[in-house]
């Protein structure tokens, strides 16, 4: 039997999902207006597309941080990112169009029976995926790096538009994937006179890096790179035995030592309940340790710059023919018009404000 996660567990499940689809859908949904290509925080390209078109594109993140602990500390690492699906109607498919009747689409695609239905038109939908290793001992580490390719091989489905559409096929289809991820450590010489000698401290430095081959990177195209991307790619890093020290605010006695990690497009965080020190998350996104989602937000609103009330009201002054188009584009999409729809006079009042104890 599968055990339920723990309540630290289910707040880093909450912060991953968060971080994943930190723009994965820009208001205002609709990709006639906007979204026409992903775009999230963390975009990793294959590795020979950057160098060979000498592009400004990421091809890998990397993450520094302090582990303290000894030798027979283990460590996890674990890349998560979404794969993007290339989805469009199957040539010899009927014209993809929206219904000439917005109220009864967006009736078929939000109504209480929420059927089956099926995006039609071109869009780019994401797969979860994850790529780990996991309890490597730290004294491994110590002696040389540890490094795993992980692939995902290209994959194609077809599927009718609707139940009751026979006319209309669906093509989704993944490109090839590779990822590499890589670890290693080096011991830390403790500061005199400021830590104990039993204390001892490692620079952990954790790699996520896109190696998909491709046949002629001089040649693709942008958006062909894209399908073949690592997005909203990030670093969960778990220690047994041991324990991290925050990059935010170091230990005085490690401070030095912090300043000398080299974080490449993620910013680590300990994450959990305070004060456990045995998780930190590397996001592409800055955060400050420990962070929570705040309780009164009813969900995800995907969009980088989300503010949960004007972003709520937005959607809510959307025409029914906008509010079907973003029904039909996306099943994320989908879903936030459906929680907004249902959204009481008490849920909206607790989005206007609210003020914390910094």
């Known amino acids: 039997m599968k055990q339920a996660p723990t309540d630290k567990q289910a707040l880093i499940d909450k912060l991953v999902a968060a971080v994943l689809y ?40 990397q993450c520094q941080c302090l582990v303290i602990g000894d030798v027979d500390s283990r460590l996890d690492a674990v890349a998560g990112f979404l794969q993007l699906v290339d989805r469009r109607l199957d040539e010899g498919s009927a014209s993809a169009s929206l219904s000439s009747d917005p109220a009864a689409l967006l009736e078929k695609c939000c109504g209480p029976a929420a059927p089956d239905v099926q995006r039609g038109h071109a869009w780019q939908e994401a797969e979860e995926r994850k790529a780990a290793l996991e309890s490597v001992p730290l004294g491994d580490l110590l002696a040389a790096p540890q490094r795993v390719t992980f692939h995902f091989p290209e994959q194609v489905a077809r599927s009718l538009a609707s139940s009751a559409d026979a006319d209309r096929t669906v093509r989704r289809e993944q490109r090839t994937l590779a990822c590499r991820v890589e670890l290693s450590a080096e011991r830390l010489a403790a500061p005199a006179a400021k830590a104990s000698r039993s204390e001892q401290a490692f620079k952990l430095t954790a790699r996520v890096a896109n190696v998909t081959p491709l046949a002629e990177p001089a040649h693709c195209s942008s958006a062909e790179a894209q399908l073949h991307s690592l997005a909203s790619t990030h670093i969960v890093l778990s220690a047994v035995q041991g324990e991290f020290a925050s990059l935010v605010d170091p230990p005085e006695r490690w401070r030095e030592a912090a300043a000398g990690c080299r974080n490449e497009r993620c910013w680590p965080v300990l994450v959990g309940e305070p004060p456990q020190r045995n998780t930190m998350l590397a996001a592409p996104i800055i955060l400050y340790d420990y962070p929570q989602i705040a309780a009164e937000s009813p969900g995800e609103l995907f ?18 023919s906008e509010k079907a188009e973003m029904a039909a584009a996306d099943p994320r999409g989908r879903a936030l018009l459906q929680r907004v729809n249902s959204l009481g006079p008490d849920q909206l009042l607790a989005l206007h404000g609210m003020a914390r104890n910094p």
């Open 303 to 320: 969009d980088s710059t989300e503010i949960d009330e004007i972003l709520t009201l937005r959607i809510m002054t959307l025409t029914e």
């Open 22 to 61: 930190e723009g994965y859908l820009l208001y205002p949904y609709r990709p006639s207006v906007k979204n026409t290509q992903r775009w999230t925080f963390g975009g990793l390209f294959p590795q020979s597309y950057c160098e060979s078109r000498r592009s400004s594109e990421a091809w890998y993140m």
